[in-house]
């Protein structure tokens, strides 16, 4: 069974970090195109990361430039958001999504920056 499991989100403080986690089963990360999205309220959902097969980084949103990170973990099959500096304009559930022929998504990890 094909299932993405994020983790990792939270309330932080602006200026803070957190490490987001995106845990695949049923299909090996490596073999996809693996990306970030995130979806704030009231707005759509925007791509903020992502990483090729081949370990490449794909894209950063503007946004997020400087600050996230997107890396893989091929023996854990799980790929991670990095995100320093956070602002209060990061709040959004944050997904993760891998995409090669078939796409899949999991179901959300809310991060909110506040003080």
């Known amino acids: 069974q094909v299932q993405l499991v994020e983790s990792g989100g939270g309330l932080v403080q602006p200026g803070g970090s957190l490490r987001l986690s995106c845990a695949a089963s049923?299909?090996?990360?490596?073999?996809?195109?693996m990306r970030w999205f995130r979806q704030a309220p009231g707005k759509e959902r925007e791509l903020v990361a992502g990483?090729?097969?081949?370990?490449?980084?794909?894209k950063y949103a503007d946004s997020v430039k400087g600050r996230f990170t997107i890396s893989r973990d091929n023996a854990r099959n799980t790929v991670y958001l990095q995100m320093n500096s956070l602002k209060p304009e990061d709040t959004a559930v944050y997904y993760c999504?891998?995409?090669?022929?078939?796409?899949?998504w999991g179901q959300g990890t809310q991060v909110t920056v506040s003080s």
């Open positions: 999504n891998a995409i090669w022929g078939m796409q899949y």
């Open positions: 049923g299909f090996i990360v490596s073999s996809y195109t």
């Open positions: 990483i090729t097969r081949d370990g490449a980084i794909l």
